[in-house]
């Protein structure tokens, strides 16, 4: 048989329809779709696609599986190793992981594994979602703190262990950057939720409202546990620091997408929080985030939604899906541009935005041409709304308040790569509270191991 | 969710609730907010923490009615819950002996003041308390706050009890008096803290304000509480809320403030509509 050259394309809402609703882009396969598409995989004796992903899920398995048509055994595979397939299947970079080293890849396109795990997942939410056996009680006790993508991970893996686990979030909803920070239109808040209650139903008992550093230290903590897992995130916003930045109307990206995602504002006035609804809004920065942001914008009714990013597209490290989403949206892209400085009204909003033009040279240490600011070449943009997406460093509430973690340069958490082990005893941390600013799947791929060094540090007591 | 032990009517358009919450009273120190939510489609709302008394697990918060949210939050009643109700955030108020303090309360500020003061005394302060309102029957917790004071003054805007005028004309009478004054804090509306803090800046007296920008999170994570203070842009919710008043940017905290003003009218009128 001839094997397909491309993925089995996957339907989604067109870009003039899709801008005016936050519904969910794509569609997902249905499973005539999802079953060719499986029968594009090559079966690898050596598959180097389950060391491309980071929690090691049986690819090949799973999709012999779907091919088979059993997608209840598929989706028990799935589970083995990831605890949130329908959050993965959706915002996993699968073109830089499994997708990368498929073989299929080589000469084609690779085998679509991310629509495939979200197909499964989505088959089994709908069929209804068995609960895997958890091994008896161990009676040891182990907090979490911060409910992301780390956070259940490392929580859903101890439960199945035994152990009891509490998790500490300091939102009044559960799921850190995938309820506040991704938006509706990528991924649904009903499958976090969805995802959120399989973990509880490992028996994991979440408790919101509990500032860790606040309500409680650590230290307050590991008087009641056995152990402490910190996934904190990266939840300290950057600004650059530039003159006019605090004028009304601009935002960081985090205040932007929180207000819309976890406050709803889109749906003001029914939800009390509200948003500024921009005509002309600017979005600084090239990430996943920044074009996150520049689609919200358009969805709340903007008339020119802008990316102004300092280098190249091809320097931008957001997913190119992404950026191909924002382009067909009719985001408009303005490379090799640096802000300089806002302009504000008598009211102290931000009218104009004066940027520089850059230019690209030598190769810097992130691997990407650095940008120079070309003398002279000042041009002002008119804008009503900026949003600040440049990143963000490590929630510093909890290096602030625990004696004995050392912490980086940049406001980490140090912590073991291989085990997640801090520098204090009991305590583990992973995410982006120790890398900084990373990806959902490398939190939950630092939640896996930090699991199973928990799990040895408490049966054995020994650090 | 958070219990309403008690509810009490401090004055026109201004309520005092005792809220259930074990942990934030055994936690709470003078200076420090809650942030509470009381629908599902509520917004996030900052407010100081008046007293918490950790032996009964009580909260005390006094808030005034101005928007839609808290005209909403004052039709709950004794024995209601509040949906989401966390704390205590922000920095704890510096409490040490400086000597001869004043503390200003303005408005419902005079509510934030109370807690900072009682701890200023059991160090030994020698406090003068200033307190002030519009017009005398919005002004509020006199009775305790009095008794605390070593001197004690109340001001109405329109005289109709104490001194007529602003607390910082009090303020100044002390200061035209020649009187030692070693710290002030202020808290209050921004004019009234503006109008202090640049009264106590041409005598050189340490004036500390506690602000009251729009948060969201309250944990550091969003920056829509940034000020600017000495040219610095701080996060009020993990920095503060309390700042040397000297170095404030007022008027970035006033036009801040008021980012959403015309959201907010629509949300009121919405509200008020409903329920009318």
């Known amino acids: 048989m001839k094997i397909r050259e491309k993925k089995v394309p996957m339907s989604e809402q067109l870009p003039q329809e899709r801008i005016k609703n936050f519904n969910e882009v794509p569609f997902g396969y249905t499973e005539e779709e999802a079953v060719l598409e499986a029968s594009r ?3 690898c004796k050596k598959p180097p696609c389950v060391g491309g992903c980071p929690v090691e899920i049986d690819i090949p398995d799973f999709i012999a599986k779907i091919r088979e048509r059993k997608f209840r055994e598929a989706a028990r595979i799935l589970k083995e190793k990831n605890c949130l397939p329908a959050i993965c299947g959706r915002v996993c970079p699968q ?3 499994c997708e990368k080293v498929c073989v299929l890849g080589k000469k084609f396109e690779p085998c679509a594994i991310g629509r495939l795990e979200r197909f499964v997942a989505d088959w089994e939410a709908k069929e209804g979602i068995e609960i895997p056996k958890v091994e008896k009680p161990t009676g040891k006790r182990v907090a979490v703190v911060g409910s992301g993508p780390a956070g259940l991970t490392v929580a859903g893996d101890l439960a199945k262990m035994g152990h009891e686990v509490v998790i500490f979030e300091a939102l009044h909803k559960p799921g850190g950057v995938l309820v506040y920070g991704i938006p509706e239109f990528r991924l649904p808040k009903a499958i976090v939720q969805r995802e959120v209650e399989f973990v509880k139903a490992l028996g994991v008992k979440v408790v919101l409202n509990f500032v860790v550093g606040k309500t409680k230290t650590v230290d307050e903590l590991l008087l009641d546990f056995d152990a402490v897992f910190v996934g904190t995130g990266a939840g300290l916003p950057w600004f650059m620091n530039i003159p006019g930045e605090n004028a009304s109307g601009i935002y960081s990206a985090n205040e932007y997408l929180t207000r819309v995602n976890l406050m ?9 929080t509200p948003v500024i609804r921009g005509k002309r809004v600017a979005v600084i920065g090239g990430g996943n985030v920044a074009m996150d942001s520049a689609r919200t914008a358009l969805r709340l009714g903007a008339e020119k939604s802008m990316i102004i990013y300092r280098r190249g597209r091809e320097e931008m490290p957001a997913r190119i899906e992404e950026i191909i989403r924002a382009e067909e949206e009719g985001v408009e892209f303005h490379f090799l541009t640096l802000p300089v400085r806002y302009i504000t009204d008598e009211k102290g909003w931000v009218s104009e935005m004066e940027c520089i033009k850059m230019t690209l040279g030598e190769v810097d ?6 940008p120079i600011p070309c003398p002279g070449s000042e041009f002002r943009i008119p804008v009503d709304t900026v949003v600040c997406a440049i990143g963000q460093s490590p929630n510093p509430l909890i290096p602030q308040t625990t004696p004995g973690l050392e912490i980086g340069r940049h406001g980490n ?6 085990t997640g082990k801090t520098t204090k005893k009991g305590v583990f941390a992973g995410g982006d509270i120790v890398t900084g600013a990373a990806t959902v799947i490398l939190a939950m791929g630092a939640g896996r191991i930090a699991a199973r060094s928990i799990d040895e540090y408490v049966k054995s007591g020994i650090w | 969710m958070a219990r309403i032990l008690k509810k009490k009517i401090l004055a026109p358009g201004i309520k005092e609730f005792i809220v259930h919450s074990s942990l934030i009273a055994q936690k709470a120190l003078p200076g420090q907010f809650v942030v509470l939510r009381i629908s599902e489609e509520g917004e996030r709302i900052p407010l100081t923490i008046a007293e918490a008394s950790p032996e009964d697990g009580a909260v005390r918060i006094i808030f005034q009615e101005v928007g839609k949210s808290t005209k909403q939050l004052a039709l709950l009643e004794e024995g209601d819950e509040i949906l989401d109700f966390v704390g205590p955030l922000g920095k704890p108020s510096e409490i040490e002996f400086f000597g001869n303090v004043v503390g200003i309360g303005g408005g419902v500020g005079s509510a934030v003041i109370y ?3 009682k701890a200023l005394k059991k160090k030994g302060n020698y406090l003068i308390g200033i307190i002030g309102a519009r017009t005398h029957k919005l002004l509020i917790m006199e009775d ?8 004690f003054y109340a001001t109405t805007d329109d005289g109709s009890y104490g001194r007529k005028g602003f607390v910082s004309d009090a303020l100044f009478d002390l200061l035209k008096e020649g009187k030692k004054i070693e710290r002030v804090i202020a808290i ?7 109008a202090v803090a640049n009264l106590t800046k041409s005598y050189n007296i340490p004036t500390i304000v506690s602000l009251n920008p729009i948060m969201l999170d309250a944990t550091g994570m969003c920056g829509v509480c940034r000020v600017e203070v000495g040219g610095e842009t701080k996060f009020a919710c993990v920095d503060g809320p309390e700042f040397d008043g000297h170095k404030v940017n007022f008027d970035l905290l006033a036009s801040r403030l008021a980012t959403y003003q015309v959201e907010e009218r629509i949300s009121l009128e919405r509200f008020e509509k409903g329920r009318g």
């Open chain 1, 365 to 370: 240490s992130s691997g990407r041409r650095r």
């Open chain 2, 115 to 117: 807690p900072v003061l």
């Open chain 2, 144 to 151: 305790e706050i009095k008794p605390l004071c070593d001197e």
């Open chain 2, 188 to 194: 209050g509306p921004v004019p009234m803290m503006r």
């Open chain 1, 413 to 418: 958490i140090i912590a073991d790569e291989k």
């Open chain 1, 264 to 272: 709803k504002a889109y749906l003001f006035p029914e939800y009390d």
């Open chain 1, 95 to 97: 073109e830089e992981q």
């Open chain 1, 41 to 43: 995989c090559l079966s």
